[in-house]
């Protein structure tokens, strides 16, 4: 338990209809009464039950309010909570907030308070992450994704994995205590396959792209040569006029960027510069953060005009992409066909082509439920964050590792890996982690959450 009592405003800066400065701490009741007086004649607040009042500066009001202590350990922090809830003006809460810090309280860093329930106990590392993901969820894919997370459902899949390595685990000391017992090639016989099986099984859930998606959404980039309508199927897409569209080649120099949401998952529309070789020194610039866009995006859109021939820049666009996630959008399908879906299928074999009109929106369903697809997370997957898969990534390797030990070396050699392996399992629920480690995840916090 923490000695000190920090204190926050746990609502979002500005105006709105309430704020609430938050105490937790040994001190959290004591500082609430010198500062909160309850109307009628309660002295003592009873735990968990919302009590009205006026918050006092000396004998002076400050405002109206509602009080609620929660004490230990029926609490978010497991520690004596007390929450004060008042007209939500940023002057005031403020003013409340400074004079917790005047009675003793410290300012709260960020996720602070969810720190301490990890700390204290009430939640692991995963399921502390898993608050600040539905906070910042922004549909309802990854709403839903943080909801598994927070209900345990990363920390029960990293628990079973750890058992079975436990168990693991045991074996090989078991080699290593009665060498004269147990047979060095048996035991490799039996430990490989199970190591194996568990890389495996942690493999199947580290899906870096699906963890990046429920993060962040889907990057999608708009790529093409100019005037095949980048701009104007941006602007169909999201249903406003964001981009500038003329008739005039290069129209669009830097990144045009626009959020859509669809079936539940957001995702980031980047239109780009038109490539093509250029001497003008601003376009030239265009292109190459065209290029960027395109290595960064999680899905690229390589659009092309379907009222024209090919262009050689338009092969060399579908030759950049081989072997990566995209899609060839024919635009322009109201004009006379000369490109058809098998010439530009021909180019870049097994990628779908989907055939729409810029100009007219009713055309875009295809594409808009091909993006929907691409955006979509399944909801069996284990592992939603990306640093949760890097961590499973990491004990696959040093299992892959220990398999390799045992068959070339011996049993007992495998223990280093096996236990670095249970290490990194151990840095997703917190059971063993640094300092800094802690300090990372909850720098990203708000503070007061
Ligand atoms: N008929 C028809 N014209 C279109 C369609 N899409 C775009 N256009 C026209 O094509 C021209 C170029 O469109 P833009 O959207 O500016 O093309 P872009 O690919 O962004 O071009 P740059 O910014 O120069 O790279 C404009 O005159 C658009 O009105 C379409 O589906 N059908
Ligand atoms: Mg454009």
Partial sequence: MNAETIAAI????????????????????????KLFRPAGKASALSSHLLTYGHVMDGNTVVDECMAVLMRA????????????????????????????????????????FTRRAFLNGRIDLSQAEAVMSLIA??????????IRQL????????????????????????????????????????????????????????????????????????????NVGKSSLLNALLGEE??????????????????????????????TAGLHATDDPVEQLGVARARRAMQEADLVLAVLDASHPLHDEDRELLTALQGRSCAIVLNKADL??????????????????????????????????????????????????????????????HLHQAAETAQSLSVDMASVDLQSAQLALAEITGDEVEEQLLDRVFGMFCVGK
Avoid: W
Wanted: with cysteine.
């Fill in 10 to 33: 746990a609502t979002a800066p500005g105006q709105g209809g309430v704020a609430i400065v938050r105490l937790s701490g040994p001190r959290a009741e004591d500082i609430l009464m």
């Fill in 73 to 112: 350990p029926r609490s978010y922090t497991r520690e004596d909570v007390a929450e004060i809830q008042l007209h939500g003006g940023s002057f005031i809460s403020q003013r409340v907030l400074a004079l917790c810090l005047a009675h003793g309280a410290v300012l709260a860093g960020p996720g602070e």
């Fill in 137 to 146: 969820a922004q549909g309802a894919q990854s709403h839903q994704a943080a």
């Fill in 151 to 226: 209900a345990g459902g990363a920390s029960s899949f990293i628990r079973k994995a750890a058992d079975t390595l436990y168990e693991i685990q045991a074996g090989v000391a078991a080699c290593i205590d009665y060498p004269e017992e147990i047979d060095e090639e048996e035991a490799a016989a039996d430990l490989i396959p199970r190591v194996m099986a568990l890389a495996v099984e942690l493999e199947s859930a580290c899906d870096e792209r699906a963890a990046r998606i429920l993060q962040t959404g889907l990057h999608v980039a708009l790529c093409g040569q100019p």
């Fill in 242 to 271: 964001r981009a500038i569209v003329t008739p005039i080649p290069g129209t669009t120099r830097d990144m045009v960027t626009g959020d859509m949401m669809l079936g539940g998952s957001i995702i980031h529309l980047t239109d």
């Fill in 336 to 397: 006379p066909a000369v490109l058809s879906s098998a010439d530009a299928s021909a180019l870049l074999p097994g990628v779908p082509v989907l055939s729409v009109s810029a100009s007219n929106p009713a055309t875009l369903s295809s594409l808009k439920e091909y993006l929907a697809q691409q955006a979509a997370v399944s909801d069996k997957l284990a592992l939603t964050q990306p640093r949760h898969v890097e961590a499973a990534r990491r004990a696959a390797r």
